[in-house]
């Protein structure tokens, strides 16, 4: 059996910068998902006055990120 284990990134106030391939909002309007040309996934917090904050970065892809998608229950 293989386990999985996620990679955790911790920043300060600013995410590192990466070039954006592919953007998503999720359906609660709460989150930006953005992918890019160097494979990291990022999740970033939209609040109701527009502001964008870094949340989260995902590592683990060996190519670019160009495509999202929503997942269904």
Known sequence: MRTWVPAVAVWGRT?????ITAMMVTDDQHTVVTGSQE?????????SDLKIS????????????????????
């Open 54 to 73: 870094s949340k989260e970065i995902l590592f683990g892809h060996t190519a670019s990120v160009t495509c999202l998608a929503k997942a269904r229950e």
């Open 39 to 47: 494979g990291q996934i990022c999740l970033w917090d939209l609040s």
């Open 15 to 19: 995410a590192p910068s990466h070039s």
